[in-house]
């Protein structure tokens, strides 16, 4: 299994495969696509997460589990074009391979994408592959040609969900420990009684306090950021 794959991100936080906590919100999405993959016929599984619900990660995740038993690649959304021009066509599909592909709805929305979407589906249908989008609109909602729109509303399609309370904390650690940051026992409890109990809400809240991590250092300022993050019970 592969444990870190290098990523071109817009941020310095590099996910990693074994870091990935599988959550209750995730763990029946995970195990349909490693059901879906071990039975090597085509499958295109189309999974949708609000931001900051941990897509990327989950993507990261789901390659480097899948490797230990066959082929599988990530590619970036806004990466697609140029991967399927310059790559692909040295390196093509393996029998039973996984494609997984971050931010699927941006690519699929971009000038020109369509073609080249139904041609990989194609080609991987023809090695008995799975394809694997994550998206934040729901597959009916993405703006794309006739031909990709019908393949893709007739795959799989699977809502991420929530973590359990009992995921958060772990969650909570994760995140700080990515961005070098360090939370004391009573700011960390503080957090997971004052936030909504989402992904999304969690990650805002890390994201407020590592662009200010010395702003929202004392605890007045502290109490400022999760007021402003609201009181979710």
């Given at each position: 299994m592969v444990a870190q794959l290098p990523l071109s991100l817009s941020h310095s936080i590099r996910y990693s495969s074994a870091a990935f906590i599988e959550?209750?919100?995730?763990?029946?999405?995970?195990?349909?696509?490693e059901k879906l993959a071990a039975?090597?016929?085509?499958?295109?599984?189309?999974?949708?997460?609000?931001?900051?619900?941990?897509?990327?990660?989950?993507?990261?995740?789901?390659?480097?589990?899948?490797?230990?038993?066959?082929?599988a690649r990530f590619v970036a959304g806004q990466?697609?074009?140029?991967?399927?021009?310059?790559?692909?066509p040295e390196a093509p599909f393996e029998g039973?391979?996984?494609?997984v592909i971050d931010d699927a709805d941006l690519f699929l929305e971009t000038s020109g994408s369509s073609g080249v979407f139904v041609d990989i589906v194609e080609r991987l249908a023809n090695a008995d592959g799975t394809?694997?989008?994550?998206?934040?609109?729901?597959?009916?909602?993405?703006?794309?040609?006739?031909?990709?729109?019908s393949r893709l509303t007739s795959g799989l399609h699977v809502v991420l969900g929530n973590p359990r309370d009992s995921d958060l904390d772990k969650l909570l650690d994760l995140m700080t420990?990515?961005?070098g940051l360090q939370l004391k026992e009573s700011k960390r409890s503080?957090?997971?009684?004052?936030?909504?109990?989402?992904?999304?809400?969690?990650?805002?809240?890390?994201?407020?306090?590592?662009?200010?991590?010395?702003?929202f250092s004392s605890s007045t300022s502290f109490q400022v950021l999760s007021g402003a993050l609201g009181s979710g019970s």
């Open positions: 959550h209750a919100g995730v763990r029946e999405p995970v195990a349909t696509v039975a090597r016929g085509f499958s295109l599984i189309y999974m949708v997460g609000a931001k900051g619900s941990g897509k990327t990660h989950l993507a990261v995740y789901l390659v480097g589990k899948i490797q230990g038993e066959r082929a990466e697609v074009l140029s991967w399927y021009s310059e790559d692909l039973g391979e996984v494609l394809l694997v989008l994550l998206g934040s609109k729901f597959p009916e909602k993405v703006a794309c040609g006739a031909q990709a729109k420990k990515q961005r503080y957090i997971l009684r004052r936030v909504t109990r989402t992904l999304p809400a969690l990650v805002e809240c890390v994201e407020r306090l590592d662009e200010g991590a010395e702003a």
